[in-house]
């Protein structure tokens, strides 16, 4: 089994439309996730930290669940600047060491 | 811009050649990584070093040599290279190499191995 597990997409959605990925990881003990966001041929950029209780940006929303071991990322009101592909990042316990899943692809169509 | 610069951008070379990838980050932190990035899979860390130290080696074949010689700069020397090897090259720092630290990119260097 992959530590960090993906659907690589893509997903094709409509601009304005809710769209989410999850992602879910083998390690029980990890201890920090991460959603990161790559461009065409660019470097990862973070996007938003996961934690426990949840936690919203904007148009984003990440979720954590422990007890099932995986994490979401919702995006809302897609915009076509969205288009991008989402990686999930995972902490294994007090190392700092990235896991990465194999990233979802996201493109918004006008 | 990310504060994380690397050259060269592009570089092919030969199985018999020798290279050297370099990173600088102008952002003042300890550590310092590189990851490899091949098509469809995921980035795979291959050398963590934390305050000019190597902290972590992640089974790296040989043909691969990093040298930090201060924490604002890194090397990935490549030599005898296999066409697998083919991939895009990040560099990566953070200010610690603990949890909880957000790791910021450089462009990456992007490898052929003819």
């Known amino acids: 089994r992959k530590e960090v597990e993906q659907d690589p997409g893509p997903f094709n959605v409509p601009e304005g439309a809710t769209v989410a990925f999850n992602c879910t990881y083998s390690?029980?003990?990890?201890?920090?996730f991460f959603w990161y966001r790559q461009d065409c041929r660019k470097e990862p950029k973070l996007l938003m930290s996961?934690?426990?209780s949840g936690n919203e940006d904007g148009r984003f929303t990440a979720q954590l669940n422990r007890a099932s071991q995986y994490i979401s990322l919702l995006i809302r009101d897609s915009k076509l600047s969205d288009s991008a592909t989402y990686l999930c990042?995972?902490?294994?316990?007090?190392?700092?060491?990235?896991?990465f899943g194999q990233g979802t692809t996201l493109q918004v169509k006008p | 811009e990310t504060g994380v610069t690397q050259t060269p951008r592009h570089l092919v070379m030969g199985m018999t050649n020798k290279k050297s990838l370099k990173c600088e980050q102008h952002l003042g932190h300890n550590a310092m990584y590189w990851y490899k990035q091949s098509a469809k899979k995921p980035l795979e860390l291959m050398f963590v070093?934390?305050?000019?130290?190597?902290?972590e080696n992640n089974s790296v074949p040989s043909r691969f040599s990093p040298e930090c010689p201060n924490s604002s700069h890194l090397f990935l020397h490549l030599h005898t290279l296999q066409p697998e090897d083919s991939a895009l090259y990040l560099c990566?720092?953070?200010?610690?190499?603990?949890?909880?630290?957000?790791?910021?990119f450089g462009p990456g260097t992007r490898l052929t191995v003819t």
């Open positions: 070093y934390s305050l000019e130290e190597r902290v």
């Open positions: 990042v995972v902490i294994p316990s007090n190392t700092g060491k990235l896991i």
């Open positions: 996961v934690y426990s």
């Open positions: 390690n029980s003990a990890s201890q920090s």
């Open positions: 990566a720092s953070s200010r610690g190499d603990r949890t909880g630290y957000e790791q910021y």
